[in-house]
């Protein structure tokens, strides 16, 4: 259906925006709800943020996705918040209600999402996760939640892993940057939530010998889809899992909050999405 001057409009913002799949995501789910919605990447830098979003709020906007590097932000600007947000310390979903803008982070359930299939038995998992960002902190956050009690951090700035970890792991063990493969001994649940491997970034190279089989690894990055560390640890055996359906989990309980009804069930949505990748 094509949008008209009636059309409900929601969309995502970030600096810079135009990687973003969010907009190609939410444009297959509106197709296939045949709904009179809009869906627009928001290019909004970090000095025009608050006066942005608000201005889009009076403009009658549903809502907004958000990404790096206004999590934070997001979350200061919203009257109100969900738990989880506060907990982890950054939005990636503004809501737009009359009683004000409403903060949540779909980041945690998105992780879970991709993670489903792999069957992990959490209260077994012995986790090991790269990275002290805002992916970090929402997927930690989320094993949390989901019973795992045993949780390594290992980040290149060490003093960003132990904030981290006071604020959402405080048992989670600190592992220095230069002892990362060591860390891999006994761990059976890796967690790529760094920017290495990103298209154009170092790859996040690791020692995979040192991890016994029946493992999982999970790169939260999907530009590309295959990511070294993701080849390195199909070549080990171990179940590997890309960021493209903590994408998706992410942008479905966004899309229900954008326009009041449910994600459709789009089961070729993975296939659509890879073919995008492939042709941009
Ligand atoms: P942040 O910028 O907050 O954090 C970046 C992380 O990467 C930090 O831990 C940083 O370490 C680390 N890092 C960056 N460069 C290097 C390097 N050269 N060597 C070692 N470590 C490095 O980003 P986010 O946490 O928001 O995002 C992290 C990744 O997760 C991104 O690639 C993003 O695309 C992805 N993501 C994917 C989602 C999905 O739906 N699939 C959702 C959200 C994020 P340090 O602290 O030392 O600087």
Redesign the pocket.
């Known amino acids: 259906m094509i949008p008209t001057g009636a059309a409900l409009v929601a969309g995502v913002t970030g600096d810079p925006i135009a990687h973003s799949l969010s907009p190609v995501v939410m444009r297959h789910w509106i197709d296939a709800a045949e709904i009179n919605a809009l869906y627009a990447p928001f290019p909004i830098s970090a000095e025009n943020f608050d006066s942005v979003v608000r201005g889009l709020a009076r403009a009658g906007c549903r809502g907004l996705n958000v990404t790096?590097p206004h999590k934070e932000a997001a979350l200061e600007l919203a009257q109100t918040a969900s738990g989880p947000a506060r907990a982890v310390g950054a939005a990636n979903l503004l809501t737009f209600t009359p009683s004000g803008i409403h903060a949540d982070n779909t980041?945690i359930a998105?992780f879970l999402y991709a993670l489903a299939p792999a069957n992990v038995e959490f209260s077994q998992a012995r986790a090991l996760v790269f990275?002290?960002?805002?992916?970090?902190r929402a997927m930690l956050y989320a094993l949390l939640t989901v019973g795992v009690t045993d949780i390594a951090i290992c980040?290149?700035?060490i003093t960003?892993a132990q904030g981290l970890a006071r604020d959402i792991v405080p048992a989670a063990r600190i592992i220095p940057w230069e002892a990362r493969d060591d860390a891999l001994q006994g761990r059976n649940l890796i967690v790529n939530?760094?920017?290495?491997g990103?298209a154009g970034r170092?790859d996040l190279m690791l020692d995979w010998q040192r991890v016994g089989p029946g493992s999982v690894a999970f790169d939260?990055?999907?530009t590309p889809v295959k990511t070294r560390f993701l080849v390195d640890a199909r070549a080990r055996g171990l179940t590997a899992i890309d960021?493209l359906d903590?994408?998706i989990g992410?942008a479905r309980p966004s899309f229900e909050a954008f326009f009041k009804r449910p994600a459709p069930a789009l089961t070729d949505l993975r296939t659509r999405l890879l073919k995008h990748l492939e042709a941009h």
């Open positions: 790096l980041d998105g990275g002290a960002g805002g992916a970090a980040n290149r700035n960003r939530a760094t920017s290495l990103l170092d939260s990055i999907y960021g903590m994408l992410q």
